[in-house]
């Protein structure tokens, strides 16, 4: 199957033969915008861990509640990388709640999230809503199309939730975060959530990490020194580094089922000096 680039117009071929983490965490969420090897391996996920698609809500859950903080701080420009098929309310439609005129630029690099890209791309007049389509480590050419839409001599805040966990160390993780934050102005934040090991037993981060694997996926779940990493050179702002339902509760909605589950994830949101 294919989907036409947006940018050059060319064919993108969409991989069915293996998962893809944007497919699965739609299907995570209850999506439909997903493959037969999606739910095949979020089965077998779910049924090693029922909990998994209430882990997924609370980890959006984050993504709007650091969104409308930053957004309250001041924040009006948004670089999104590892976007995922559009689950409303997306990025643009927090931020845009909160100041109409942001600006948000989007990337992922499944064709899946491509032919999804038009409902991405509605947001207020006064705003402004880009997609780009690239793999998370060409930095380069995410910023340079990114650069068409965002001013990069001002404040951007960047999104990177449930991105990290696919990329291994030796795959470059902390060198492209380092250039994605060399490349923002001072007073921009990173905004981040990552799946951890830390809250659960050895085995059973394990046992989804060797599912992930046999599923042809990298998973590179971070303890809490390795995560802290991304964010050398930034200022952590309060709370700190806290799993996804302790950072800020009081600015969104709880998500149903939450109360008996832990997220394993560690989010945090920084800023530039």
């Known amino acids: 199957m294919e989907q036409q680039d947006s ?40 049924s090693f861990a029922p909990v998994i698609p209430v882990m997924a ?12 903080w930053v957004a309250g701080q001041g924040a009006r420009q948004f670089l999104d990388i590892g976007t995922g098929i559009p689950t409303e309310p997306n990025l643009h439609q927090v931020a845009q709640e909160v100041a109409a005129d942001a600006r948000v630029v989007y990337c992922d690099n499944d064709p899946i999230v491509l032919a999804h890209a038009g409902a991405l791309l509605r947001g207020t007049p006064e705003g402004a809503v880009d997609y780009v389509q690239a793999d998370a480590r060409d930095t380069a050419a995410i910023v340079e199309h ?47 959530s990552h799946l951890t090991p830390d809250f659960h037993p050895e085995e059973a981060s394990r046992k989804v990490r060797d599912l992930y694997r046999a599923g042809g ?4 779940m ?3 020194e390795r995560f802290a990493r991304f964010f050398e050179g930034l200022e952590v702002v309060a709370p700190g580094i806290v799993a996804a ?26 800023r530039k000096a």
Do not use: C
């Open 222 to 224: 971070r303890n809490r």
């Open 57 to 68: 809500r609370m980890n959006r859950a984050f993504m709007h509640r650091a969104t409308r």
């Open 7 to 46: 940018g050059t117009g060319t064919p993108v071929p969409i991989d069915t033969s293996k998962p893809h983490p944007a497919r699965m965490y739609d299907w995570f969420l209850g999506g439909k915008d997903n493959y037969p090897v999606d739910e095949e391996l979020g089965r077998q996920l779910v």
């Open 217 to 220: 996926l990298t998973m590179d």
């Open 146 to 192: 990114a650069r068409e839409t965002l001013d990069f001599d001002r404040p951007v805040a960047l999104s990177l939730i449930a991105l990290l966990h696919f990329i291994g160390d030796e795959d470059g993780a902390y060198e492209l975060v380092e250039r994605l934050k060399d490349a923002l102005a001072p007073g921009s934040y990173l905004i981040m």
């Open 245 to 270: 339902e302790e950072w800020h509760p009081e600015l969104g909605e709880p998500v149903p089922g939450q109360e008996s589950v832990h997220s394993g994830a560690y989010v945090a949101v920084a």
